[in-house]
């Protein structure tokens, strides 16, 4: 099934609240080699201004996960999961994310194109806290292959 | 913790450099703190399966670490408002021997007026570049 052309423009129902935990944070950070103390050490975040310690800059990509997944999971969008391939992506921060925020991520489907027999779904996801402000938009392409690869 | 001197910068000056290795254990870390648990990253049958050349690190592994030594350089990962790459070339993280990223930042446009900089990363394995268009925008106004 190709990827549903129809899907632009489409947004999906907000994905359940996602609160940021301290040690997931620490637990993130270790993974992508972040060693800088503010994602560490919650009284250097603080003396930095922050509530709590400080995400590194791709913890996004774990909140955008859940919006992403329930793209991959509409019913007519055509998306082959076992033939996706993560094409770009990008982060665009109002503000970093620190533990104890409680983010909401609601997904719009920007474009699908067509190149080479491959389909590219670039996606939006926009990441509010609990006041309802933007902390982050993420955006990712995923290049789906076509069936002769 | 000082952040940089937003007056003395450059373009094409590099800001950092740093070079950092992986092997299949920095994957299942990763695995386990993303949630990406796709077992190309961490089985060897299933990547040669979908013709693969080996075990792949993931995508936003190689984008989470390639970031770092611009954190460091700016000292506070808040000041980064916009972050992009595209994926261009896989890891392929050898069981034995691991894998090598060579990361170089440095100073791609300066906004005078915007108090900002675009740092652009290059970030090499085995020689050739596995992100394009890896672009880091520092804020350094307070």
Known sequence: ?149 | MSTPDFAALTVGQVVAERTVHFDRGNLVRYAGASGDFNPIHYRDDVAASVGLPGVLAHGMLTMGVAVQPVVDWVGDAGRIFDYQVRFTRPVVVDPQQGADLVIAAKVGAIDEQAQTARIDLDVRFEGDTVLGKAQVQVRFAD
Do not use: C, W
Not at chain 1, 98 to 120: E, F, I
Not at chain 1, 141 to 149: A, F, I, M, N, Q
């Open chain 1, 1 to 149: 099934m190709p990827v549903n052309p129809e899907l632009p423009g489409r947004t999906l129902p907000p994905a359940p609240a996602y609160l940021v935990g301290r040690e997931k944070v620490r637990e993130f950070a270790r993974a992508v080699l972040a060693e800088h103390p503010l994602h560490h050490d919650v009284e250097a975040a603080q003396a930095a201004g922050y509530a709590d310690v400080v995400a590194p800059p791709t913890f996004a990509v774990v909140v955008q996960e859940s919006a992403l997944a329930q793209l991959l999971a509409e019913p007519d969008a055509g998306i082959d999961f076992s033939r996706v391939v993560h094409g770009d992506q990008r982060f665009r921060f109002s503000r970093a994310i620190v533990a104890g925020d409680l983010l909401t991520a609601q997904l719009t489907v920007v474009s699908v194109k067509s190149l080479g027999g491959h389909s590219m779904v670039t996606a939006d996801t926009v990441v509010t806290d609990a006041q309802g402000e933007h902390v982050v938009t993420a955006t990712s392409t995923l290049v789906v292959r076509g069936d002769d690869e």
